[in-house]
């Protein structure tokens, strides 16, 4: 028998030390020693996938029968994992609580049929998982459902019955004998994850691992657990907004550039397919402040409403503030507007807004959310038929976007009359295109077509 000693772990990085700090000298974070015991004598290191009478082989060697994915019966998340679950694989999926990440993977177990699931629950017992089905309106006569907590347990059954994917809600509650801390710190969760990790490598099984996330909004657990795991995916939005988003930040098996787009309903979760369709107020009258962009998130074109707000300040510090659009950028983008355009806006506060509470990076954003300021700051609404897109420099000129065409063609198909690119935006067929192009270099040229 081992002895056992008490060291202390910092739940952020999984750094050790043999005495508690206020502050990890790894990760910088404050408070986040905590007290665990552990085995002394060290365990054999050595990766999940080695086994005895392992010997290296040649390239052409691996027999490369390639593993169909197993489609999870959900279009959205399949397109975010890139194109469905790879068995073998391990997929971490965190986001806030209430966000909705057992309500998918229940949808997910019930609608995915043809496959044998394991939906193991530590948080719920198995009459609300019960209820939650009845709510989602959804059954199946496949999937198999149990509450554990118990990682010996639960693995002596997915022994026993072979699936080909398992979902475990969440990886905090598990808890290892093997270990003596308390479940859902950091050695549990490395623990529990190696193993069942292991497992899933040796039997081709697929896993699916919700995760919490702490405060500061990462995963919570030792970001060894990101390392350990193929995909890590990402459920956010807030509960008072329109959309979930499920975003990659680790893909193994596929790009992290793809977005799944969700909304939760009174029956559960459902997917979002042209969320253009939603993310444009079908206002007949325009109103000023507001300009839409034809965004690129993940590789899908969007069309996005921009609303802003400008209005004197009231006290001497005017206010700038920003949801779902960096607030950095928003202050490079006024100052190029006060320095390029000559419009004063230093003593104006700004509002700026996403609609549908999405967070929107593409930087071909710029020319929709300057258009939005100045058509607020003037009173002068832009025609809604009317979108934008190209990044503004510093010198204010309208540079160049990436996938212009489908840019275009999702303005056309939602029939916009008119789209603003950047004039060296090359190759884009006017007369194919269905919609009229206006090319354009600098802001101003912009607002004098628009505003005049
Ligand atoms: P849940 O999936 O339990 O979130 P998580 O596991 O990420 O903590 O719950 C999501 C929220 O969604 C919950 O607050 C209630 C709500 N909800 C609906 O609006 N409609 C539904 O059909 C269901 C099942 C939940
Ligand atoms: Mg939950």
């Known amino acids: 028998m081992s002895k056992l000693k008490t060291i202390y772990i910092c739940q952020n990085c999984g750094a050790e030390s ?70 073998g694989s391990l997929v971490l999926i965190g986001g806030e609580p209430g966000i909705g990440k057992s309500t998918l993977l229940l949808q997910l177990a019930l609608t995915l049929k043809g496959t044998k699931i394991i939906y193991a629950s530590g948080e719920e017992s198995l009459q609300q998982i019960k209820l939650r089905a009845a709510r989602l309106k959804l059954s199946s006569r496949e999937s198999l459902f149990i509450a554990e907590t118990s990682l010996e347990t639960l693995m002596a059954i997915v022994e026993k019955e072979q699936p080909r994917v398992l979902i475990v809600d969440s990886i905090q509650t598990l808890s290892t004998e093997r270990v003596e801390s308390s479940p859902g710190s950091v050695t549990q969760v490395r623990e529990c994850t190696s193993e069942i990790l292991k497992y899933a490598k040796k039997n081709h099984m697929a896993a699916i691992l919700i995760g919490h996330i702490n405060k500061e909004g990462n995963l919570a657990g030792p970001k060894v657990l990101e390392h350990i795991v193929d995909t890590v995916i990402q459920f956010e939005g807030d509960s008072h907004h329109l959309f979930r988003v499920l975003r990659s930040t680790k893909n193994r098996f596929g790009s992290t550039s793809e977005l799944g787009i969700f909304e939760m309903r009174q029956n559960g979760l459902v997917e979002i397919p042209n969320p253009s369709d939603h993310l444009i107020s079908g206002d007949t009258d325009p109103v000023s402040g507001t300009a839409i962009t034809a965004a690129i998130e993940g590789i899908r074109p969007f069309l996005i409403e921009i609303q802003a707000l400008v209005s004197s300040a009231a006290y001497g510090m005017p206010q700038r503030s920003s949801t779902g659009f960096d607030l950095r950028r928003l ?40 258009t939005a300021i100045l058509s607020s700051s003037l009173d ?11 990044e503004v420099g510093l010198t204010g000129e309208i540079r160049a976007v990436g996938r212009i065409e489908q840019r275009v063609a999702e303005a056309a198909r939602l029939g916009f009359q008119r789209i603003f690119i950047p004039r060296f935006n090359k190759g884009i067929d006017h007369a194919a295109s269905g919609i009229e192009i206006i090319r354009v270099t600098r802001v101003e040229e912009v607002f004098k077509k628009l505003f005049r």
């Open 18 to 87: 043999s005495k508690w700090i206020g502050r990890c000298t790894s990760c910088n974070q404050w408070n986040t020693f905590v007290e665990e015991v552990v085995s002394a004598s060290p365990r054999t290191a050595g990766s999940a996938l080695l086994s005895d009478g392992n010997r290296p082989v040649r390239l052409d060697e691996i027999s490369a029968t390639h593993q169909e994915r197993i489609n999870a019966g959900i279009a959205e998340f399949n397109r975010v994992l890139g194109g469905g679950l790879v068995p």
């Open 331 to 370: 202050n490079m983008l006024l100052a190029v507007l006060e320095k390029r355009a000559g419009f004063k806006l230093i003593a104006k506060d700004v509002f700026l807004n996403v609609a549908g509470g999405l967070k929107i990076s593409d930087p071909a954003n710029d020319l929709a959310v300057l």
């Open 380 to 390: 002068l609404a832009v025609n809604h038929r009317f979108c934008f897109t190209g």
